[in-house]
């Protein structure tokens, strides 16, 4: 008996989800996994707070960015969702019309769960630095702690620093403005 053919996932995979699961298609299969636990939910809403108003909005901060939460990404075939990505406005001057963006952030984070940590480091972190992708955080709500990643030339990540607790966090590329990591912390 043959074995059936394979196909590469489609968006119409994604669009069949349901409405509780996100879905992303890294390297021609689909993955899903369900919308955020509250504790990985608190991180990522704090911290688009603590990042938006100063860097998105201007507010006590310098401004010139787009920080948007969960974001569709489609580079290279690949379809993908970070908790959190920026885009400097030098470089996006206007939001896409489209449900998704093609231009690769600046800024990516990833805020770690169990059902998602294997797909954030193996899978989409390379694919992050294979596009250019500038910075990586990944926010970890059980350990309390934050890793934060910058690009090489050579196109691979650099780890710069491991926050914990209520560390300060002034990190690339939002140095220019710091607060503290336990304010993520539910």
Request: charged share 25%; aromatic share 10%.
């Amino acid at each position: 008996m043959a074995e059936p053919a394979y196909r590469n996932a489609g968006y119409e995979d994604i669009l069949a989800l349901p409405e509780h699961r996100v879905g992303e298609i890294i390297g021609g299969e689909l993955y899903s996994h369900p919308r955020p636990a509250p504790r990985h939910a608190r991180a990522y809403s704090a911290l688009g707070y603590l990042v938006g108003g100063p860097f998105d909005g201007g507010r006590n901060g310098p401004g010139g960015w787009w920080i948007i939460d969960e974001p569709e990404i489609h580079l290279a075939g690949d379809i993908l969702v970070p908790d959190m990505a920026g885009w400097r406005r030098e470089r996006l001057p206007v939001l896409p019309d489209s449900a998704w963006f093609e231009l690769v952030p600046d800024w990516v984070c990833e805020i770690l769960s169990p059902a998602t940590k294997r797909t954030d480091r193996a899978l989409k972190m390379p694919r992050y630095a294979r596009e250019g992708a500038a910075h990586l955080w990944l926010v970890d709500p059980d350990t309390h702690t934050l890793e934060v990643y910058s690009l090489q030339d050579d196109r691979h990540w650099r780890l710069l620093t491991i926050l914990k607790g209520d560390d300060e966090v002034r990190q690339p590329p939002f140095e220019a403005v710091g607060f503290s990591l336990g304010n993520l912390w539910a």
